[in-house]
């Protein structure tokens, strides 16, 4: 995640408090392991756990009104002893969460009640969302009601990137301009089943060409002549339907992130973007000179 990006999430989730950061943590941990993997428990009946992940590691959520060492203390302590009474004996594993900094008064505090105990900090909070897919941040960003354009942002910048690592450096780079008659190479290309449903989805991704041109203007001629000889090469390269091979390319540009689906999806917008400038397919006779 960028700067922007990480603040926006960060001072989301340290501005929540007592039950509200419990029940963001349960949306978060929900998105990231699942039903399978991550289990709720009542807070009326929870016997010490607030959360239990992939049936082993009991969870122990601190977000006070007002932080003090004495009050963590408290009510840390007690949480452990809940769980000691009625979780230690299935459930080996026991971490405490908070969107606090950990001082090492508190790392200490929870690793004298059981040895080698984590405390999983804001910072700690924070990497573990980072570490997922753009599919898993997107579902977070969701359920903790942050808006959409923060982390799409993000990750056409990271496609962008992506892009500049896989590609040669050959080719030179055209600014972008929405062609003219769009429409017409839609036509030329597009299968007539199919044609309404791309018309659709390219009014769909028109409002994020704007942020991928200014992306791509603000890197390297180099890297951005690269990109568009890896992609233009690559799509000669396939056969088939316009509609097959634009998503073999997207399957191919994604390289180990296919099952990302969220990531997958900008990597296509990207491609269209392409396709619109004239990159690869069929040129009608009002755009031959692009």
Same mark, same amino acid.
């Given at each position: ?23 963001a943590l349960d949306r978060i941990y929900h998105c990231i392991y699942g039903e399978v993997g991550f289990q709720r428990v ?109 982390? @799409?942002?993000?990750?056409? /910048? ?7 690592? =896989?590609?040669? !450096?050959?080719? +030179? ?18 299968s007539g089943e199919n044609l309404d449903s791309f018309l659709d989805e390219y009014e769909e991704y028109l409002a994020i060409?704007?942020?991928? @041109?200014?992306?791509?203007? /603000? ?7 690269? =990109?568009?000889? !890896?992609?233009? +090469? ?57």
């Amino acid at each position: 995640m960028d700067n922007i990006v990480r603040e926006v999430l960060k001072t989301k989730i340290t501005g929540l408090r007592a039950t509200a950061f419990q029940e963001a943590l349960d949306r978060i941990y929900h998105c990231i392991y699942g039903e399978v993997g991550f289990q709720r428990v009542k807070q009326k009946h929870d016997g010490g756990s607030d959360g239990i992940v992939n049936g082993e590691i009991v969870l122990a959520a601190y977000a006070p009104e007002r932080y003090s060492l004495n009050d963590f203390k408290k009510k840390v302590g007690a949480d452990f002893d809940s769980y000691a009474k009625n979780w230690e004996s299935t459930h080996g594993k026991w971490e405490v969460v908070t969107n606090l900094e950990a001082t090492a008064q508190m790392i200490k505090f929870v690793n004298g009640l059981k040895n080698g105990s984590p405390i999983i900090c804001i910072e700690g909070l924070l990497q573990k969302i980072d570490s997922q897919t753009w599919t898993v941040k997107m579902a977070i960003f969701r359920a903790l009601n942050i808006p959409d354009h923060y982390l @799409s942002n993000d990750v056409i /910048s990271t496609v962008i990137e992506d892009l500049i690592q =896989i590609s040669d !450096k050959t080719d +030179s780079f055209e600014p972008y301009e929405k062609p003219a008659y769009i429409q017409d190479k839609i036509e030329l290309n597009v299968s007539g089943e199919n044609l309404d449903s791309f018309l659709d989805e390219y009014e769909e991704y028109l409002a994020i060409f704007p942020l991928i @041109s200014s992306i791509i203007k /603000s890197r390297s001629q180099q890297n951005v002549s690269s =990109i568009r000889s !890896k992609v233009r +090469s690559t799509y000669t390269s396939l056969s088939g339907s316009f509609e097959k091979r634009l998503s073999e390319l997207v399957n191919i540009m994604s390289q180990g992130k296919t099952q990302d689906d969220y990531y997958s999806h900008n990597m296509r917008i990207v491609m269209v973007y392409f396709f619109e400038q004239c990159l690869f397919g069929k040129k009608p006779k009002s755009e031959e000179h692009v």
